[in-house]
């Protein structure tokens, strides 16, 4: 649906509910996808959007709910009658229930705590007691569940009476009586399967699971090395207590990406997207390390101080330092960054260091030479005022320097990993800072071994 | 499985091969999961691995080979016989053919298709004439088609018949006589249907598609945003082709995502894994940015030549002109990094530009106000040498640098997206510079309007 079909549509809706056609608001939201009808919705007012929820079936109103957003949710929620509160709780699956419920404030939360039945309120507050980012915290325990002694006739059969409230048919599990997980089967091997087949004989024992307590980044990797559409969960005791779907994983990969990119980039990981954080929040996020930073970037300054007479006597040396520093920061930042994103993908582990540290030689040997040689025809084809002996040492030290960068910019993530720190916030920020700092103290190095010498000479 | 469980295990697995266990090998690859087994079989040799798809069933052996290495793929095709291609090429689906014929050789592709039936042929050579990253590249052929006047238990029939060989019986597809895409209908619907409903009265007719040349991209935001686990694929006369499943989206999304940390670090995207990428090829993705921004630093520099003069005379100023360059840096990247990505996950639209710079401006002013009092702290505390004046005015411009540096980062990426360039690549690396030179700007001008002024007065 492009933008201008999305604005008729939602002229005809404010019309339908204006004109109270329920049975043409049914059909408009029996034909239109669930998600864009969302979108529509999170366009009416209060009373508009009260209006459709009282009108529609409580299945579609539950599905348009779980697609609004947090805000637009509190301000329903606090509108709602009982019975409705629990119409949705019936109609969404766990999953998205403590989606919704755990970005709402406490009067909120205890109020559909009130109207939730005392199953209900068992399992909700049972999920919403798992930490933020594990497993728990993200499954449904909306799934299906076959007898290792069932035909395959009972076992289709189960499927068809649990599948309804299910989030997916695609696999069937299997537990022993202490609910142990002991197998599954994919739905579709179950329909491809002999009728007199019965399920423990054909059902998969390669189980692939994860723990409540488990990151989600796990259940992402699984999901994504073993082509799954779905994993089960267990608890301590190896009971299967839920399930992930991979819709739930692909925002999972999304946010892992976002925060690997913010903690490469000095940014402390936000939980919201960028325009629902607030300034406070923002300004938290980034002055941690603006200021670590700032105070780091002071040592480098030292190395100037210290070198002051030099500078003083040759100015012209200060000219360069700008461009040192950035292509030290550069060239660490390339390494960098290829190792910890290959870190985090599990492409790399520390163990391959001496692979990465001889390819990084390499390419840190070309690139070397061939910014050295650049630099040095740059100088003196367009720099007039600088003599081939000043242009030699820069040269030089734009070499070493490069080397030295992707040097330490692959060395440090696998270091990182293998001190148990995160690699995005130890190698990421802090990179530039130390690069620049060897650049500036190659620079004076190669300045007063073979450029001073030279000049008094 | 564990590293230690392996490694028994693909002893066992070299024991059955010596002594040509057929029965036992048959069982391992049985109770064990498909994507461990490839994982087993590539350590093993030529002739061993040979011997295990000689022994094991059609489809078995066909998945272990999609599991496996492009390089031991390549190495198995050149040994294998004309009958174990075409049985691999039939036990295969489509988008994985596609996917390991992308990476041959010409010879090895045409060594495949002398031994691929017609059909086969037709095919393959069809898919394989799609552009790189688009949706027709990595779509699949094998999906469930069913009629628009079947009755449930016909369809179910129907997806019986043909859900062996489709990638996914999650969505059967519903097209008219000239294949036009009608309709679609979950397998979860067609299960729980009423024996005597028509397909074409329950399916479902909100059409969500991509077309063969859309970007892959468009599709991974498609099964995201409408929770999707398979996406239809439709030719430019929007005729039905093929689909594209989540977990090949999965993969989408991960490269996506490298791709945007690789140009945001000043990286030309590269298509394989850090250990699967030549030295030549990191040397090539990476010196074109390094030299640019080398060039561009110069700029940075002839703003310290100008001012040689003033250097030379307050050699201390001299000392601040990492801390300042690094903290615009910094600051700048923070600002783009948030905007890029929010940009890409597509939070964020051009038209949102003045929310976002309202936003950052006081961001901005917040860092801006703590980074300018913590350095004058900083200066007066520990370094004896400053007077406050100096001091004062160094603060000043940390102050003014955070707050353009932000307002830069932040509009930069937006700009390049009016300007339809890639904001990853026009404002990821370009930023460093650009601030850097504002820094120094502000700084120098400061100096002359505030401090000069004093010390001469």
């Known amino acids: 649906m492009n933008e201008k079909e999305k604005e008729a549509l939602l002229v005809t809706l404010k019309e339908c509910i204006q004109n109270k056609d329920v049975a043409k608001l049914r059909e408009l939201f029996d034909e239109y996808n669930v998600v864009d009808m969302s979108e529509l919705v999170s366009e009416l007012d209060v009373a508009e959007t009260l209006f459709i929820f009282k009108t529609l079936k409580k299945d579609v109103s539950s599905s348009i709910f779980s697609y609004l957003s947090h805000e637009k949710q509190q301000d329903l929620i606090a509108h709602f009658?009982?019975?409705?509160?629990?119409?949705?709780?019936?109609?969404?699956?766990?999953?998205?229930?403590?989606?919704?419920?755990?970005?709402?404030?406490?009067?909120?939360?205890?109020?559909?705590?009130?109207?939730?039945?005392?199953?209900?309120?068992?399992?909700?507050?049972?999920?919403?007691?798992?930490?933020?980012?594990?497993?728990?915290?993200?499954?449904?325990?909306?799934y299906v569940k076959i007898k290792e002694n069932d035909t395959i006739p009972e076992a289709i059969e189960r499927v068809r009476n649990q599948g309804r409230t299910a989030e997916t048919i695609s696999y069937c599990y299997i537990t022993d009586t202490k609910k142990k997980l002991k197998g599954y089967i994919s739905f579709k091997e179950l329909l491809f399967a002999k009728e007199d087949d019965v399920v423990g004989d054909i059902m998969d024992t390669d189980l692939i699971f994860v723990k409540t307590s488990d990151d989600q980044e796990e259940a992402a990797r699984l999901i994504q090395k073993y082509d799954l559409t779905a994993i089960p969960v267990v608890n301590d005791e190896e009971c299967l207590v839920g399930i992930i779907t991979v819709d739930d994983i692909i925002d999972v990969i999304h946010e892992e990406a976002t925060e690997d990119i913010q903690k490469m980039n000095a940014i402390s990981p936000l939980e919201d997207t960028y325009l629902h954080t607030g300034v406070w929040d923002m300004f938290k996020s980034r002055i941690v390390w603006l200021l670590i930073l700032m105070i780091s970037a002071t040592f480098t300054g030292q190395i100037l101080a210290y070198y002051e007479g030099v500078l003083a006597e040759y100015t012209t040396l200060t000219v360069f330092i700008p461009m040192l520093m950035d292509t030290a920061g550069n060239a660490g930042n390339q390494s960098s960054t290829m190792v910890i994103r290959a870190l985090a993908m599990k492409e790399l582990s520390p163990k391959d260091f001496l692979k990465v540290w001889w390819k990084e030689t390499r390419v840190a040997l070309l690139c070397g030479i061939i910014m050295g040689v650049v630099n040095f025809l740059r100088v003196i084809i367009f720099m007039n005022q600088v003599d081939i002996m000043t242009s030699f040492v820069i040269s030089l030290t734009?070499?070493?320097?490069?080397?030295?960068?992707?040097?330490?910019?692959?060395?440090?993530?696998?270091l990182a990993t293998l001190l148990k720190q995160d690699p995005a916030v130890m190698a990421g920020p802090l990179i530039t800072t130390l690069v620049d700092a060897m650049a500036l103290i190659t620079y004076f190095f190669l300045v007063q071994k073979l450029l001073l010498p030279f000049y008094v000479g």
Chains 1, 2 share one sequence.
């Open 398 to 414: 734009v070499f070493v320097t490069v080397i030295l960068a992707k040097l330490v910019g692959s060395t440090l993530p696998i």
């Open 81 to 142: 009658t009982g019975p409705q509160i629990k119409d949705i709780l019936d109609n969404l699956y766990s999953d998205d229930i403590i989606d919704f419920m755990g970005e709402m404030p406490a009067n909120i939360v205890n109020h559909i705590l009130k109207n939730a039945s005392a199953q209900q309120r068992l399992e909700i507050n049972k999920l919403l007691s798992y930490d933020e980012n594990t497993c728990g915290s993200i499954m449904s325990i909306d």
